[in-house]
């Protein structure tokens, strides 16, 4: 029993180097990808329920490594987050999104683009800098930008959040509580630590909306409670009609998923019939 304890120790061992090896092999690969140009933004649709036009874009990071192919960003960007390099990474993805959707813009497409804020970002001291300096570098009107912050980087440090998304607002950006649900804070709390204009509805609870009673009271609660905020909701990861029909019934203004459209690379994203209409 002993001898076959170590060699499961060992084997455990084993994983854990191998595992550590991938995160510095990662890291590195990280740090020459953006001169590389191996990250690219994908665009995911969200659509109003009521009439099925765009109501913006949500931009999502994506990396291919030389190597290893696709690395998903659950994978990378922890790995960007604990290395600091999300900071760097992050004002690259603020840029080429308001220049991707200036041009939108100039085109006749005229929407709000989604961007996520890492935690991180959300703590350093030149956000408000960057976001300025991306807006103007584009020309894209600030109100067109629309900043996703999930809700434990604010429950992190609410004071210093307070301070930053003050400094934000200022310029004129709109704000999104991002996987709204799986944290602890009320809406009502975090209504007062900063004006919300958009509150995304984790899919967890949208994926039972359809069969669970629990899931199904929890949106209406989410979704009224939105309203009265004078926010909008946004349902993520919607995949079915079904779940579509079940949200518009309860009054949820937006919907994201892949039942509308998975995230594609830019030149897909206005090209006819890639985007499912709610309808
Ligand atoms: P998120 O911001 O909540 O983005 C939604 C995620 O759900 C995306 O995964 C999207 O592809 C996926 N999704 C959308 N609709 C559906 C659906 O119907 N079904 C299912 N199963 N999934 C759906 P993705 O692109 O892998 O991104 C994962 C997370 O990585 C994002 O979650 C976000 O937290 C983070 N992320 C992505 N891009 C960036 C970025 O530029 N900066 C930062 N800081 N984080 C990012
Ligand atoms: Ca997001
Ligand atoms: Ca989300």
Redesign the pocket.
């Known amino acids: 029993a002993k001898a076959q304890g170590k060699a499961r120790l060992e084997v455990f061992d084993e994983s854990l180097r191998a595992r550590a090896l991938e995160r510095l092999d990662i890291e590195a690969g990280l740090r020459e990808a953006i001169a590389a140009g191996q990250l690219e933004?994908?665009y995911?649709p969200e659509v109003r329920l009521a009439d099925g036009a765009l109501y913006g874009m949500?931009?999502?990071?994506?990396w291919t490594h030389p190597v290893h192919g696709a690395i998903?960003?659950?994978t990378f960007?922890p790995i960007a987050?604990q290395s600091g390099l999300?900071v760097p990474?992050?004002e690259w993805?603020l840029k080429t999104a308001c220049r991707q959707a200036a041009d939108w813009r100039a085109r006749g497409h005229d929407f709000v683009i989604a961007?996520?804020?890492?935690p991180l970002?959300l703590s350093s001291p030149s956000l408000a800098r960057v976001v300025d300096d991306a807006l103007r570098d584009s020309g894209l009107p600030a109100s067109a930008l629309c900043l996703?912050i999930?809700e434990s980087a604010i429950m992190e440090d609410p004071e210093a959040a307070r301070r930053v998304l003050r400094a934000l607002t200022a310029l004129g950006v709109r704000l999104a509580i991002?996987?709204f649900g799986v944290g602890y804070s009320s809406l009502s709390k975090l209504k007062h630590l900063l004006p919300v204009d958009v509150i995304?509805i984790d899919?967890s609870f949208v994926d039972g909306i359809t069969d669970g009673a629990d899931d199904h009271a929890i949106v209406a609660a989410i979704v009224s409670l939105t309203h009265e905020l004078g926010a909008t909701a946004v349902a993520?990861?919607?995949?079915t009609a079904e779940q579509a029909a079940a949200l518009r019934a309860l009054d949820c203004h937006v919907a994201?998923?892949?039942?509308f459209s998975?995230?594609l690379p830019a030149y897909r994203c206005f090209s006819q019939s890639e985007i499912r209409s709610a309808a």
Do not use: M
């Open positions: 933004l994908h995911q949500a931009a999502l990071l994506r998903s960003p659950a960007i987050e999300i990474i992050g993805v961007v996520n804020l890492s970002q996703e999930t991002d996987d995304k899919k993520e990861g919607v995949e994201q998923g892949y039942h998975r995230p």
